[in-house]
């Protein structure tokens, strides 16, 4: 094969490969867990699932290595109904149950209310452990403290916005006392102490992941950062071995959007990582006796974790590119304070984009059109030295050079451009902010699919024209076919993307479309006033 055909197929093979990703989607894929599925639970389902405690939720023996293994058995819901204390705020209603546990947690804000209007649970009563749950190691201990009440100091707690509300709970066993003290702060988070009357190694969980975003094309289960800042990712149905981390600043159980975390900055937590019988992740911090860290439940939106602790952020996790796509992120936040919309602040981050790659394309898209020019030119030189590919090869290189000319030309900005696209569409597919955001008179939701398919059609339509006014270097019939044919199979994909992303790649598409109409109409003058001279 000739050097030429080899540096199309590289093309072909990069433009493919750079997309690849994207075309399998949710939209093709039944959900791992149902949206919502707590909310829908009767309770007769409930009242089902009701076990001895002393069985489904085993102790720990934490002198053995592989003590975790009981963590992944779940707790009984016997006392789910039983509740002893309510916590509400403007923003969020939490409960406690008999077993000194969180046993709901429902944001109110408008923009996370689901498709009925309703308030989200962002703990599941399909799953466990929930939050604040204990286990203890030593088995009798266990089995006595998950059939003894909690006692609570108050029954209702009503925080406002700039106030936060304690609440004391205690368990006496036979041998042991436990106090738990709750401090509830206005935005979803609080602090959480437990106190022993005597040592006795225990487990306390952060809660099963929240079960509401939950979809195929994300990452959702648990992240925990170290002490060196280095971040360790679990994912739903992948976890294999149950996984200890010393001095953790931060432990969260994710969905898409929500999450459930402990953190502390200043005495970082000892975490162990087990899973259940899906092999999905249970994150949960042990200890002897006192423990102390911050928890937080709700959205992962930037402005609330910021106000918490700006260190929180790294609970929202962009994948492989996070290096590129949390500050992109916050130039888009830049942006949309500015413009205060999410829809016209995409449009202007890519137009910037488009503007800073534009050496780039712009040499892309002059090498194409001198390779269109030569073109007749390569032909002859194919048909004369066919039986000798070394000559071909060489004249080929001498006619690039000769001309300015260069096949990988193409292919490099579009190998450049990858990164940044993989890490724009991780924070448009991540960033909660987006949801319930409009843009125009018809898209109400950039978080959502266009209803009425205007951008994915819009989309492809600018894909197709561009691909008439580029030259086409490729000589293949069939890789020209596939080419052709990209315009309708990527307008087909993009119809279940949201919108906010789908707005992204047109509003690229129609940039790329402007530059190659501006630069066939100079290369046309250009070539029109050689011919003349």
């Given at each position: 094969?000739?050097?030429?055909?080899?540096?199309?197929?590289?093309?072909?093979?990069?433009?493919?490969?750079?997309?690849?990703?994207?075309?399998?989607?949710?939209?093709?894929?039944?959900?791992?867990?149902?949206?919502?599925?707590?909310?829908?639970?009767?309770?007769?389902?409930?009242?089902?699932?009701?076990?001895?405690?002393?069985?489904?939720?085993?102790?720990?023996?934490?002198?053995?290595?592989?003590?975790?293994?009981?963590?992944?058995?779940?707790?009984?819901?016997?006392?789910?109904?039983?509740?002893?204390?309510?916590?509400?705020?403007?923003?969020?209603?939490?409960?406690?149950?008999?077993?000194?546990?969180?046993?709901?947690f429902f944001l109110k804000d408008e923009k996370y209310k689901d498709e009925?209007?309703?308030?989200?649970?962002?703990?599941?009563?399909?799953?466990?452990?929930?939050?604040l749950e204990l286990r203890f190691s030593d088995l009798k201990t266990n089995?006595?403290?998950?059939?003894?009440?909690?006692?609570?100091?108050?029954?209702?707690?009503?925080?406002?916005?700039?106030?936060?509300?304690?609440?004391?709970?205690?368990?006496?066993?036979?041998?042991?006392?436990?106090?738990?003290?709750?401090?509830?702060?206005?935005?979803?988070?609080?602090?959480?102490?437990?106190?022993?009357?005597?040592?006795?190694?225990?487990?306390?969980?952060?809660?099963?992941?929240?079960?509401?975003?939950?979809?195929?094309?994300?990452?959702?289960?648990?992240?925990?950062?170290?002490?060196?800042?280095?971040?360790?990712?679990?994912?739903?149905?992948?976890?294999?071995?149950?996984?200890?981390?010393?001095?953790?600043?931060?432990?969260?159980?994710?969905?898409?959007?929500?999450?459930?975390?402990?953190?502390?900055?200043?005495?970082?937590?000892?975490?162990?990582?087990?899973?259940?019988?899906?092999?999905?992740?249970?994150?949960?911090?042990?200890?002897?006796?006192?423990?102390?860290?911050?928890?937080?439940?709700?959205?992962?939106?930037?402005?609330?974790?910021?106000?918490?602790?700006?260190?929180?952020?790294?609970?929202?996790?962009?994948?492989?590119?996070?290096?590129?796509?949390?500050?992109?992120?916050?130039?888009?936040?830049?942006?949309?304070?500015?413009?205060?919309?999410?829809?016209?602040?995409?449009?202007?981050?890519?137009?910037?984009?488009?503007?800073?790659?534009?050496?780039?394309?712009?040499?892309?898209?002059?090498?194409?059109?001198?390779?269109?020019?030569?073109?007749?030119?390569?032909?002859?030189?194919?048909?004369?030295?066919?039986?000798?590919?070394?000559?071909?090869?060489?004249?080929?290189?001498?006619?690039?050079?000769?001309?300015?000319?260069?096949?990988?030309?193409?292919?490099?900005?579009?190998?450049?451009?990858?990164?940044?696209?993989?890490?724009?569409?991780?924070?448009?597919?991540?960033?909660?902010?987006?949801?319930?955001?409009?843009?125009?008179?018809?898209?109400?939701?950039?978080?959502?699919?266009?209803?009425?398919?205007?951008?994915?059609?819009?989309?492809?339509?600018?894909?197709?024209?561009?691909?008439?006014?580029?030259?086409?270097?490729?000589?293949?019939?069939?890789?020209?076919?596939?080419?052709?044919?990209?315009?309708?199979?990527?307008?087909?994909?993009?119809?279940?993307?949201?919108?906010?992303?789908?707005?992204?790649?047109?509003?690229?598409?129609?940039?790329?479309?402007?530059?190659?109409?501006?630069?066939?109409?100079?290369?046309?003058?250009?070539?029109?006033?050689?011919?003349?001279?």
């Open positions: 094969m000739n050097n030429d055909k080899a540096q199309q197929k590289r093309i072909l093979l990069a433009v493919v490969l750079s997309f690849a990703f994207f075309i399998i989607y949710d939209y093709f894929f039944i959900p791992k867990t149902p949206v919502n599925a707590e909310q829908n639970l009767t309770k007769e389902q409930n009242s089902s699932q009701n076990e001895s405690l002393a069985n489904t939720a085993p102790a720990l023996n934490t002198t053995n290595s592989n003590a975790t293994n009981h963590l992944n058995q779940n707790s009984s819901q016997n006392f789910e109904n039983d509740i002893i204390a309510d916590i509400k705020s403007e923003h969020f209603e939490a409960q406690i149950d008999s077993l000194g546990r969180i046993s709901s009925n209007g309703k308030a989200i649970n962002l703990v599941s009563s399909e799953n466990s452990p929930y939050p089995q006595e403290a998950f059939n003894t009440h909690y006692k609570a100091d108050k029954k209702e707690l009503f925080i406002d916005e700039n106030s936060s509300k304690t609440l004391r709970l205690t368990q006496k066993l036979s041998e042991l006392e436990v106090e738990k003290t709750i401090t509830f702060y206005p935005k979803g988070n609080y602090e959480i102490e437990i106190k022993l009357s005597k040592n006795s190694p225990y487990f306390i969980s952060t809660g099963f992941r929240p079960n509401i975003a939950v979809d195929s094309y994300t990452i959702h289960g648990v992240l925990v950062l170290d002490e060196k800042d280095t971040l360790h990712t679990y994912e739903d149905e992948d976890m294999e071995n149950d996984e200890n981390i010393n001095n953790a600043k931060i432990a969260s159980a994710f969905d898409r959007y929500y999450t459930t975390s402990f953190y502390n900055f200043e005495k970082p937590l000892n975490i162990t990582i087990s899973k259940d019988s899906k092999q999905n992740p249970l994150v949960f911090a042990y200890s002897n006796n006192e423990f102390k860290a911050g928890g937080y439940i709700g959205a992962k939106e930037h402005s609330i974790l910021r106000a918490i602790d700006p260190r929180l952020e790294a609970v929202v996790e962009y994948g492989w590119f996070t290096f590129i796509a949390k500050p992109m992120f916050g130039f888009l936040n830049w942006i949309h304070n500015y413009v205060g919309n999410w829809g016209w602040a995409i449009v202007i981050m890519t137009l910037i984009v488009r503007v800073v790659l534009f050496p780039l394309t712009y040499k892309s898209m002059i090498s194409m059109n001198k390779l269109k020019d030569l073109a007749p030119k390569m032909k002859e030189i194919r048909e004369r030295y066919k039986g000798d590919p070394q000559k071909m090869n060489t004249h080929m290189m001498e006619l690039y050079k000769k001309h300015g000319a260069n096949p990988m030309s193409g292919c490099l900005p579009i190998l450049l451009q990858i990164p940044i696209f993989f890490a724009i569409y991780r924070v448009l597919l991540n960033a909660i902010e987006l949801k319930a955001a409009p843009w125009a008179f018809w898209i109400h939701d950039l978080s959502l699919m266009d209803p009425y398919f205007i951008l994915p059609i819009l989309m492809g339509a600018t894909m197709f024209v561009q691909q008439l006014i580029t030259p086409m270097t490729i000589q293949d019939p069939t890789q020209a076919k596939v080419m052709k044919f990209l315009p309708l199979i990527f307008t087909f994909f993009f119809l279940a993307f949201p919108a906010g992303l789908t707005l992204y790649w047109f509003v690229n598409n129609l940039c790329s479309l402007v530059q190659q109409w501006i630069i066939n109409k100079l290369f046309a003058r250009e070539h029109h006033k050689k011919e003349s001279e």
